[in-house]
């Protein structure tokens, strides 16, 4: 499995989170934003540091915030429940398209966006692009 030991980094983590925090419950923590999926991205990208997908950008002071497995896990509950129950999110249509390498890959091949040479160079090469390099982001 790829990424074995981060991945049980973070459910290390998150065990421990819903342990301190949610009663060891994911329900709890759901519950907790009240309805709102906005809140539960904000819940966990704030108390989860393993769904806190942000990075610093060219020295700006505020960090770019993609938040993708926060939203991917909150948009998954909504539709498990079938926005309903658990699932019942009144802002769910806050939650951005998320960003992962085939969003790029497909506005590519479309010619909607166009990669520098640099970096096609690495993508064609099948090169591994660094989390929060300025290529990712």
């Known amino acids: 499995m790829p990424l074995l030991s981060e991945r049980l980094v973070c459910l290390r983590e998150a065990g421990q989170v ?12 759901v519950e907790s934003a009240n309805g ?7 819940t966990l990208g704030r108390e989860f540091a393993c ?12 960090p770019v915030r ?4 926060a939203q991917i896990l909150v948009a998954d509950v909504w539709a498990c429940f079938e926005g309903e129950g658990f699932g019942a999110f009144r802002d769910i249509d806050k939650l951005t398209m998320f960003a992962d390498y085939r969003v790029p890959q497909i506005l590519n ?20 692009i660094e989390t929060g390099s300025r290529w990712e982001l």
């Open 18 to 29: 819903l342990y301190e925090n949610y009663d060891c419950s994911v329900a709890t923590l």
């Open 36 to 42: 709102s999926a906005a809140g539960l991205v904000n």
């Open 51 to 62: 769904f806190r997908d942000e990075h610093r950008y060219d020295g700006r002071k505020k």
């Open 66 to 69: 993609l938040m993708k497995r």
């Open 109 to 128: 091949s479309m010619g909607c966006l166009y990669y520098s040479p640099s970096l096609a160079t690495a993508i064609n090469k099948k090169s591994f």
